[in-house]
């Protein structure tokens, strides 16, 4: 007798448990998300950068991904000048290209030819 009434009262207070937590309990502010780098991808095709306009954080470094898909001589190079950054891009690849830590600003990137033109957004 005494032993039924135990499991019941453990079965009540683990389906109490359960409404608890699930409708009834303060619902915690999710904890602050972890600064996952978003990957930056750049396409090189068509004679543009997709996206040419990319934002990056200021005082920190950043590493974007070209993937070039124009084989044409054109888009072998991307340079960021005013960063003296640049790099060859191998085609259908992807390519990382580590940026230095920027104060804000806009730094053009382009090809060594300016056909391909892209902003780089340091905010
Ligand atoms: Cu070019």
Redesign the pocket.
């Known amino acids: 007798m005494t032993v039924e009434i135990l499991v019941n009262l453990l079965g009540l207070g683990a389906i109490s448990g359960i409404i608890w937590w699930f409708w009834v309990a303060p619902k915690r502010p999710h904890a602050e998300a972890v600064a996952v780098e978003e990957k930056l991808r750049i396409h090189v095709r068509g004679?543009v950068y997709e996206p040419d306009r990319v934002r990056i954080k200021a005082g920190e470094s950043a590493t974007l991904h070209f993937i070039r898909e124009d084989p044409?001589?054109?888009?072998?190079?991307v340079l960021f000048p005013d960063l003296e950054v640049s790099a060859q891009l191998a085609v259908n690849e992807e390519t990382t290209v580590r940026l230095p830590a920027s104060e804000v600003g806009e730094y053009s990137f382009?090809?060594?030819?300016?056909?391909?033109r892209g902003t780089l957004v340091v905010e």
Do not use: F, V
């Open positions: 004679g044409t001589p054109c888009a072998e190079w382009h090809c060594q030819m300016q056909m391909y």
